[in-house]
């Protein structure tokens, strides 16, 4: 039984800091695209930044700069690490896994953890 769960999540001043980490298991860890997606309320679920067995990684327009993706294919675990929030990086942040060649579509993914939420005041 896969199971993705997120740790990290909280309540945080603007510009301050978060690190989420999300461990696997019940999966072969290296051959999937690991990924953080959010959701605010009353929107979509969308993509924040994906890191691919290798390292390689992909990042949002709106995080580029602040957030930074890794992952520790030893420990089962993938990171966000997330610098400068802002308030309108307030959501639910989801981690994803995905086995095939699609990155930034939530249609792409297989299994998704449960998430945590991330509040960022002013």
């Known amino acids: 039984q896969v199971q993705l769960l997120e740790s990290g999540g909280g309540l945080v001043q603007a510009g301050g800091s978060l690190r989420l980490s999300c461990a696997a298991s019940?999966?072969?860890?290296?051959?999937?695209?690991m990924a953080w997606f959010r959701q605010a309320p009353g929107k979509e679920r969308e993509f924040v930044s994906a890191i691919r067995w290798s390292g390689y990684a992909f990042l949002a327009d709106s995080v580029k700069g602040r957030f930074i993706i890794s992952r520790d294919n030893a420990k089962n675990t993938v990171y966000l690490q997330m610098n400068s929030l802002q308030p309108e990086d307030t959501a639910v942040y989801y981690c994803?896994?995905?086995?095939?060649?699609?990155?930034?579509?939530?249609?792409?993914?297989?299994?998704w953890g449960q998430g945590t939420q991330v509040t960022v005041s002013s």
């Open positions: 994803a896994a995905n086995a095939g060649s699609g990155y930034y579509s939530t249609n792409a993914y297989d299994y």
């Open positions: 019940g999966l072969t860890f290296m051959r999937y695209t």
